[in-house]
């Protein structure tokens, strides 16, 4: 019986389009958000301004709602475009109310307006579809926010701002970052693009495709990147076959524990000839990294003036007072064209392998760079 529905629910539904990649948990994430949004937003405005005047504004502020927690990472939804789509509008609309124009139908009134706010929002990149709605909203209901005069920006601002706000604090809640943020690109504080950049397509190579595309498409320009580079490395994945962790990582590790002194550190790293050390507790647990960048660190002393003192307090520091923490780790299973990234981009010179929460392991650049080499020299033979 169960299977009839399911194969009747396929037929039913076969003529929609294909969903989005999103889970319908995100659905009622999003869905919870809109509501918690707009509802705050009316009760502010209510409060303030009346609820005739809430009522009205409220049909755009549903609209700007949806964008700004159902695809919040997209060009559209994000601050500058909200704020100052709102604010052309409440303009435009109060410009059309009150300043002396010709004769015209409201038709006529509505397309002049709408169009302003269009054109005003490409050229000040600000492109947000609701504030359309706005200003033909504020022509429309002309009466009944005359009473507000020039100060019906205020409560069309308030809309814009109370949006943002609810949509920071719930998005970011809820583990959804908001707003979109680019990744930094001077990790050595140097001009150098990051490393993945420096191969394969460019962005002059981006500029030239959008250039040809030569429409709108409402997604970042770092997204559009990082889709193009997502497929890039599952293509890769697919062709390097199954290179996990567990199979290049080194597993006689030197660690060190919380309580060890720098003096000791610098003993292992010299012995062993290693960049980076461990710091795990008694039960193996990983509480930390330590590297001789961060034990230098801790000197940071003028020149000419670095006291036998201050070299015999920095030698007995324990460890966990200059460890770097907390640790970024992989498992055994994680494939190694996802460890890549890890390192390039974030300046990583090992990573811990965990196993149940348990250090069992350490895949270094020089493992990486190994297994890559006899990835390349299979696919030659």
């Not at 036998?308 to 923490?325: C, E, F, G, S, Y």
């Not at 929460?357 to 297994?371: C, K, P, S, Y």
Request: hydrophobic share 50%; aromatic share 4%.
């Amino acid at each position: 019986m169960s299977g009839q529905l399911l194969a009747l629910s396929r037929r039913l539904f076969s003529w929609l389009p294909r969903t989005v990649q999103t889970r319908p948990g995100e659905w009622l994430r999003a869905a919870t958000g809109v509501a918690l949004a707009v509802s705050c937003t009316f009760w502010l405005s209510s409060l303030l301004y009346g609820q005739t005047t809430a009522m009205v504004l409220l049909g755009p502020a549903g609209a700007s709602a949806v964008l700004l927690f159902v695809v919040s990472s997209g060009a559209l939804a994000q601050p500058w475009p909200v704020l100052g789509s709102y604010l052309l509008a409440g303009v435009v609309g109060v410009a059309a109310l009150h300043l002396p124009l010709p004769e015209m139908t409201t038709a006529w009134l509505l397309v002049i307006a709408i169009a302003a706010v269009v054109l005003g929002m490409s050229l000040l990149r600000c492109l947000h579809p609701p504030a359309s709605a706005m200003v033909l909203v504020i022509v429309l209901a002309g009466d009944l926010l005359a009473p507000l005069g020039g100060w019906l920006l205020l409560p069309v601002m308030l809309n814009a701002c109370c949006l943002l706000f609810c949509a920071t604090l719930f998005n970011n809640l809820t583990g959804i970052r908001y707003p979109k943020q680019l990744p930094r690109a001077d990790l050595h504080n140097t001009r150098d693009i990051l490393p993945e950049q420096r191969v394969g397509f460019t962005e002059e190579d981006l500029d030239r495709a959008l250039d040809k595309f030569g429409a709108f498409i409402d997604i970042t320009r770092h997204d559009l990147e990082q889709i193009i580079r997502d497929t890039e490395s599952s293509a890769l994945r697919r062709k390097m076959g199954n290179i996990r962790a567990e199979q290049i990582m080194s597993r006689d590790i030197r660690t060190v524990g919380p309580d060890t002194t720098v003096m000791q550190a610098i003993r292992l790293f010299r012995h062993h000839h290693v960049k980076t050390l461990p710091v795990v507790d008694s039960e193996g647990v990983v509480q930390g990294i330590t590297s001789l960048s961060d034990l230098l660190a801790q000197l940071d002393l003028p020149m000419g003036r670095i006291l036998p003192t201050r070299i015999n307090l920095w030698r007995d520091q324990p460890l966990h007072k200059v460890m770097t923490a907390p640790v970024v780790t992989v498992d055994g299973q994680t494939h190694v064209v996802d460890m890549i990234p890890l390192m390039s981009n974030q300046g990583l010179h090992c990573l811990p392998v965990l196993d149940n929460g348990r250090l069992v392991g350490l895949v270094t650049q020089t493992d990486v760079i190994a297994a890559l080499h006899r990835d390349l020299v299979s696919h030659l033979a």
